[in-house]
């Protein structure tokens, strides 16, 4: 298995568990009425990094597709998270645009 | 949630247990070295499966790509699923050729 | 595969459907502030309920002992939805109810 | 969450994708007759490494007892996979028995 996909395994899985935590921590949120969205994308992230992973650690043909979707995924949720101040938003921001520039670049062989 | 959905979140799921289950079945048979391209494939498809069983019930914008992507594993591994006489074989391409029209029906909507 | 395996794999897999469309819906209701349980208990009834499904697919050893924790998961789970009048909440219930007893089947034959 | 939650989840991730990748790899070797329970361990633990990690995240309850069962898993696909001298095999045997040792450590907290 080439490095690079290596790579996007583990930001894949890094997200995947900074999404979890994040849903996890807004839930205890005293302001949880501006956390539906973080919640909601968390979720659909961690579901699409979770997968990508597993299919990239299969060696996949689907490898190149699912990680344009998922870099997609992780912008979204990136871009929700990085506004708001909890530490857990702010890890969580950070581990999405991490996923999302490696996905990006395993994306980029897709014809 | 719209009856379409319903039908192809049980159809993803469906296909998920029999991908599993042939999986497993295939690798108790004796003539397991005929059999690596449908193990190969049911794994694949069982996560996508999964996946897009998971996006669905939660009303993801990526329903309609993700779809997409499922219907397509779900056709390869149908098709090499049907070449072997095993029952969990045939079941398995039944229920992938299932899941791939549903999930058809949902791709449809991206524009 | 045994039919008492087959119907536990469903209600396992109805189960983590009903699961993460009561957890998606749950984040768009007005009475957000007291569904924090719900949707926490939610999240972790799916990731049991699909890992169950999953390994009992699979013919594994484990099957009895991870059907006793997600038995637990989705009593708990079960009893806080059935609290809520949401009809997503008192579908996720039903459906966990039905996993419960059908777990406690497989469970039983622990030694 | 605390630091030993965070190293279990890393752990248990980092199995997951060795898990993966060694089943991937096996199904393309010559000696695959052999494989058959390596492929069969890999596959159920790849399962419960992927649910720890995510019930851990979620600050479970359950987290102790499936800790427990993750443990169980881990050793024995770890000690099938040290018997074959594949790199892949090996490099999963590690990744199983760091895993097994982190996740012990929180089984423990079982009464």
Redo the contacts between chains.
């Keep these: 298995?080439s490095e690079m996909n290596q790579l996007c395994?583990?930001a894949c899985?890094?997200c995947?568990?900074a999404c979890?935590?994040c849903?996890?921590a807004c839930?205890?949120e005293p302001n949880?009425?501006h956390l539906?969205d973080c919640?909601?994308l968390d979720?659909?992230c961690?579901?699409?990094c979770?997968?990508t992973?597993?299919?990239l650690?299969?060696?996949?043909d689907?490898a190149p597709?699912?990680c344009k979707?998922c870099a997609?995924?992780c912008e979204k949720c990136g871009k929700t998270c990085s506004q708001h101040d909890h530490d857990h938003c702010q890890i969580c921001a950070t581990a999405c645009f991490d996923c999302a520039e490696s996905c990006r670049g395993i994306a980029m062989r897709l014809p």
Aim: hydrophobic share 55%; charged share 20%.
């Design positions: 298995m395994i583990n899985l890094s995947l568990a979890e935590r849903a996890t839930l205890q949880l009425e539906r919640i909601r979720r659909q961690a579901v699409l979770g997968m992973a597993q299919l650690a299969m060696d996949s689907y597709q699912i979707l997609d995924a």
